[in-house]
């Protein structure tokens, strides 16, 4: 089987997990939507990845209680092969969706305010290019990319959020917190929903990372990593725009200067850190598109990744194109069904797998006390 496994160690698969998770939260947001009653951000979406943190930590302990290698023998063990491959496949289709929504408002940005002369269809295709020749490489090559990379990122992160420390105003986080508290809980789901399929992910790859232990210390150091960055980023956006003027920015990390550098060499940092973004964008993405992929073989059969990663490049250029061109209104109306309900297609079995995994493994401890 030419799955592109390979084997990676601790720092890279934190470093490809940081920089999915993270890219994931602060690049594919709808800030028209999650701004329109206050900014609450810096509360829902680290909450959210707590969440997921912990529900990945927990489905990976019933795991090692029930003997299961991975995700995907815990799905056909407790779901049996048709309705457990079907699962795989939601799955599957989520991290497509969720690698379209992250170079979305992106590539939009990317083209509006670097390239603007330029056709929107080659700014997509050389950034795709770029995110599936590095999913063409398999797990190393995307996990090794994103570990070279992260220190320059992160570097440049926290220049971007320290430099513009004498604009900070406290008062732009108010009205606090923005919204109810339903609507904080609703969101902090929504976020829950976003993380759930990279954490499945990553429990799928226990042989690549190395054994259940890599696995867990994966999941807990990355998801601790994302916490405190995507904190961080919404915060300083909070204290450096109100929320009416977030509701007007696809990406507001990348303006976050403008308004408060007036001379100097950082008057246009804010074009120089778009690369440096898509830098950690890319790794980040080929990651969902090799998940993909990968979830994808397992469930139909496949024993050759590389057709399938092929198929999911052409599917993402044309998700990418016909938001932009023809069905914005279609996409949009998708993008916010499945925020809503995306998740009941994933939770559900996932659930139901554990459940039925740890009746039988109860039921075989009962027997064997029986026995004995």
Not at 18 to 29: D, G, K
Not at 58 to 81: E, N, P, W
Not at 118 to 142: K, M, N, P, S, T
Not at 266 to 284: E, H, N, T
């Given at each position: 089987?030419?799955?592109?496994?390979?084997?990676?160690?601790?720092?890279?698969?934190?470093?490809?997990?940081?920089?999915a998770?993270?890219?994931?939260c602060?690049f594919?947001?709808h800030?028209?939507?999650?701004?329109?009653?206050?900014?609450?951000?810096?509360?829902?979406?680290?909450?959210g990845?707590?969440?997921a943190?912990a529900g990945?930590?927990?489905?990976?302990?019933c795991?090692?209680?029930?003997?299961?290698?991975?995700?995907?023998?815990?799905?056909?063990?407790?779901?049996?092969?048709?309705?457990?491959?079907?699962?795989?496949?939601?799955?599957?289709?989520?991290?497509?969706?969720?690698?379209?929504?992250?170079?979305?408002?992106?590539?939009s940005?990317?083209?509006?305010?670097?390239f603007?002369?330029?056709r929107y269809?080659?700014?997509i295709?050389?950034?795709v290019?770029a995110?599936?020749?590095i999913?063409?490489?398999?797990?190393e090559?995307?996990a090794?990319?994103?570990?070279c990379i992260?220190?320059?990122?992160g570097?440049?992160?926290?220049?971007?959020l320290?430099?513009?420390v004498?604009?900070?105003?406290l008062?732009r986080?108010?009205p606090f917190?923005?919204?109810?508290v339903?609507a904080?809980?609703?969101?902090?789901?929504r976020s829950f929903?976003?993380?759930?399929?990279?954490i499945?992910?990553?429990?799928?790859l226990t042989?690549?990372?190395?054994?259940?232990?890599m696995?867990?210390?994966t999941i807990?150091i990355?998801?601790?990593?994302?916490f405190v960055l995507?904190l961080?980023?919404?915060?300083?956006?909070?204290?450096?725009f109100?929320a009416?003027?977030l509701a007007?920015?696809?990406?507001?990390l990348?303006r976050?200067?403008?308004?408060?550098?007036?001379?100097?060499?950082y008057?246009?940092?804010?074009?120089?850190?778009?690369?440096?973004?898509?830098?950690?964008?890319?790794?980040?993405?080929?990651?969902?598109?090799y998940?993909?992929?990968?979830?994808?073989?397992?469930?139909?059969?496949g024993?050759?990744?590389?057709?399938a990663?092929l198929?999911g490049?052409?599917l993402?250029i044309c998700?990418l194109?016909?938001?932009?061109e023809?069905?914005?209104?279609?996409?949009e109306?998708v993008?916010?069904?499945?925020?809503?309900?995306?998740?009941?297609?994933?939770l559900p079995?996932l659930l139901?797998?554990?459940v039925?995994?740890?009746?039988?493994e109860?039921?075989?401890g009962?027997?064997?006390?029986?026995d004995?």
């Amino acid at each position: 089987m030419k799955m592109l496994e390979g084997r990676i160690g601790r720092q890279e698969s934190v470093s490809i997990l940081v920089q999915a998770m993270a890219a994931i939260c602060i690049f594919s947001l709808h800030t028209l939507t999650v701004y329109e009653n206050g900014n609450t951000t810096y509360i829902w979406m680290p909450l959210g990845i707590a969440l997921a943190v912990a529900g990945g930590l927990a489905v990976r302990s019933c795991m090692s209680r029930t003997g299961q290698s991975d995700l995907i023998a815990l799905y056909r063990g407790g779901l049996g092969r048709l309705l457990g491959c079907a699962s795989l496949l939601a799955v599957a289709i989520a991290l497509l969706w969720q690698c379209s929504s992250l170079f979305n408002h992106f590539l939009s940005d990317l083209h509006s305010y670097i390239f603007p002369t330029d056709r929107y269809g080659a700014v997509i295709f050389w950034v795709v290019l770029a995110v599936a020749y590095i999913a063409w490489g398999g797990l190393e090559r995307i996990a090794r990319t994103g570990k070279c990379i992260a220190p320059l990122v992160g570097f440049v992160l926290l220049i971007t959020l320290f430099m513009p420390v004498k604009g900070y105003r406290l008062y732009r986080l108010f009205p606090f917190p923005g919204d109810t508290v339903g609507a904080i809980a609703g969101l902090c789901l929504r976020s829950f929903a976003q993380m759930l399929p990279v954490i499945l992910l990553t429990l799928s790859l226990t042989s690549a990372l190395q054994g259940e232990r890599m696995v867990r210390q994966t999941i807990a150091i990355a998801g601790a990593v994302a916490f405190v960055l995507v904190l961080l980023v919404q915060l300083a956006l909070g204290l450096v725009f109100t929320a009416e003027q977030l509701a007007n920015m696809n990406m507001p990390l990348f303006r976050i200067n403008m308004n408060l550098l007036s001379d100097g060499y950082y008057l246009r940092q804010d074009k120089a850190s778009v690369f440096i973004w898509l830098m950690a964008a890319v790794p980040g993405g080929a990651y969902l598109l090799y998940g993909f992929a990968y979830l994808f073989c397992k469930a139909t059969g496949g024993e050759n990744i590389r057709p399938a990663l092929l198929t999911g490049t052409v599917l993402l250029i044309c998700i990418l194109l016909l938001r932009r061109e023809a069905l914005f209104g279609l996409f949009e109306g998708v993008q916010t069904w499945i925020s809503h309900f995306g998740v009941y297609l994933i939770l559900p079995p996932l659930l139901l797998a554990c459940v039925v995994q740890s009746v039988r493994e109860k039921r075989k401890g009962g027997a064997k006390q029986h026995d004995a």
